[in-house]
């Protein structure tokens, strides 16, 4: 049977990829054993090789993953708010919401980060799929400010890389001086007056309202 088609297959990888965040995060990208993520998969050698030619595709797929349960999980809860309630501040304690497993993944993509600033190939697979997360970060980013009455006045795709610092660089200290700083405040303290200043009122004739209503006459 071809490779890719079992039944067993989305199963396999699925264990594979669970085991590998909780391996990457103990031991360390490069330090965590393939036969540890294995063993804790319930899985052989051979079904490691028959899902990932190596570590880094493994961290990849993990890299994948995770930025689409967070871009789910921002649209879920910006979705949970009426257009005519959503405000910049909403918008915001959506985007500064933090899981307490994100602490996990935090080390391992830093560490991953480091690696492929040392290893030109590494940082041409990372920064591709970088760019995929971004591109659905500034779409989904557009689209709630649209219904927040707002619309973008710089560059959409440059101000997720800021945004991506921004939680990044939050994270690490607030990981460091949990007592001092806990997860998110930054986001919360100053991400409205940032949207604020690179955002404006959408006021075009014939543009929609937020809800998706046509503009009424005046308007």
Known sequence: MPRGVTKRRPRTR???LRAALETFAEYGFHAAPIETICERAGYTRGAFYSNFSSKEELFLALFDE???RIVARITTLADSIAAEDLTLQGLVDVLSDVEPAERDWYLVTTEFTLHAIRDP???WALARHDA???AEIARCLTEHLARAGRELTVDADELARLLIAIRE????????????LPPGQLERRFLVPLLTAVTSELS???REHPDGTPPAAGD
């Open 14 to 16: 699925a264990a594979l």
């Open 66 to 68: 995770h930025s689409e």
């Open 121 to 123: 190939q590494a940082a």
């Open 132 to 134: 995929r997360l971004r």
């Open 169 to 180: 660089g939050g994270l690490a200290q607030s990981y460091v001086e949990p007592g001092e």
């Open 204 to 206: 075009t004739p014939g």
